[in-house]
């Protein structure tokens, strides 16, 4: 366990646990986290190194620590803000010191329980870099990275047309670093044991441990663990859901081998994503939950793209039908023309995400489909629900 020590929230045992963060140059630190391997923890698995040459090499970078978690399945960044504040913080403070950057912030969803915390550890602390802590409106698309440059810039977490990424035009049009808070946290001890000593455990290509939340628990693993490993058994089940709302379910048979790597599950059609992974009982119907999410995520985009506004609720609405009827072929056919035409037409990933999640669910659960359109639904139904799905957002997105 590298992450989730019994160190605790106050700067005096943290210390006592991690000692003193001593920053060495700028270049010495980006080339140590370059031989660590370290890949980003918040999403797509980017080189962590590779985004901090890019945004070291421009004018007045600025640094963003993202610890929003908007996945509802996720509680991986709420647990290490909570019980580890500070090694997120000296993340944050190694990565400002390393691309030369002078302004950093770091965003929380609006009502978390870390916020106290966050804002006690930084009392406590005497950063060269001032941190400025932002509210989040907690809504889904609101903590992609663009959002949160634009929530920064205007006050407004709405997701922004891409390029420039970021990294290239961020923060008032300069390039912005941002990083998960896991992926700081991992930074901040790098720094103090070296790449080697990160190396040491996990997968050689995918190097480290990571945080990952299986089923609303959140524990440490090492990378290149297995499915099977981390749910203890696969009997019982019928699927796995690997990613959050916009990763992809995979069947029992397809997890038993898999990897926590984005490798193998990209290589799988999946994601790792967020780090979430939900067994799916086989008194449960995979139809009826993804017809519960797809609802959900469409709920939550942002009203300013076609592909989201209108794509996503017509998806959603095909899926309820599948799940629970009344069904007819020209839905079905519908469906399949909208999860084509959707993808890469919004100004984020949103709808590219909630379609990836829909198609494997018509994959994986083709034979439920199948029942489904038949006219025999199966008894899962009834079940109770298994996916977590916040309640109904009321707020804005300011």
Not at 264 to 286: F, K, Q, Y
Request: proline share 7%.
């Amino acid at each position: 366990m590298r992450l989730l020590t019994d160190a605790g929230p106050s700067l005096a045992a943290h210390q006592a646990c991690h000692g003193q963060l001593r920053l060495a140059n700028r270049q010495a630190i980006i080339d140590e986290v370059d031989h660590s391997g370290l890949l980003g923890r918040g999403g797509a698995g980017f080189p962590t190194a590779r985004k901090m040459r890019t945004v070291a090499a421009g004018s007045k970078p600025v640094v963003l620590g993202n610890g929003c978690e908007g996945e509802p399945a996720s509680g991986k960044d709420h647990r290490l803000l909570s019980s580890h504040p500070h090694l997120v913080l000296d993340g944050l403070q190694a990565a400002a010191h390393a691309v030369g950057a002078t302004e950093a912030h770091l965003a929380l969803h609006r009502g978390s329980a870390a916020l106290p915390l966050v804002r006690k550890a930084l009392a406590e602390r005497r950063d060269v870099v001032q941190v400025t802590v932002h509210e989040v409106p907690p809504r889904y698309v609101s903590s992609e990275e663009s959002a949160l440059v634009n929530l920064v810039n205007t006050g407004e977490a709405r997701p922004t047309f891409t390029p420039p990424r970021p990294f290239e035009q961020g923060i008032r049009r300069r390039p912005t670093l941002i990083n998960n808070v896991e992926t700081l946290a991992h930074l901040g001890l790098i720094v103090r044991h070296g790449a080697d000593w990160f190396r040491s455990v996990g997968d050689p290509e995918e190097p480290g441990t990571q945080l990952i939340t299986v089923s609303g628990t959140v524990v440490e693993v090492p990378t290149g663990t297995t499915l099977k490993a981390l749910l203890g058994k696969l009997s019982g089940l019928q699927a796995v859901l690997v990613g959050g709302y916009f990763g992809t379910w995979v069947s029992a048979a397809q997890a038993h081998d898999l990897t926590l790597t984005h490798r193998d599950l990209r290589a799988a059609g999946g994601a790792l994503g967020a780090g979430i992974v939900v067994g799916l009982p086989e008194a449960s119907c995979g139809l009826l939950e993804t017809a519960r999410v797809a609802a959900y995520l469409a709920s939550e985009n942002a009203h300013q793209c076609g592909p989201c506004f209108n794509g996503l609720p017509a998806i959603a609405s095909a899926v309820k039908a599948l799940a629970l009827g009344p069904w007819d072929d020209a839905t079905m056919s519908d469906l399949d023309r909208w999860l084509n035409v959707v993808p890469g037409r919004g100004a984020c990933r949103h709808p590219d995400g909630a379609v990836r999640f829909v198609w494997s669910a018509l994959s994986v659960f083709a034979e439920d489909v199948a029942r489904h359109r038949a006219g025999q639904p199966c008894a899962g139904i009834q079940a109770p629900p298994v996916l977590p799905l916040p309640r109904p957002t009321s707020g804005g997105w300011r």
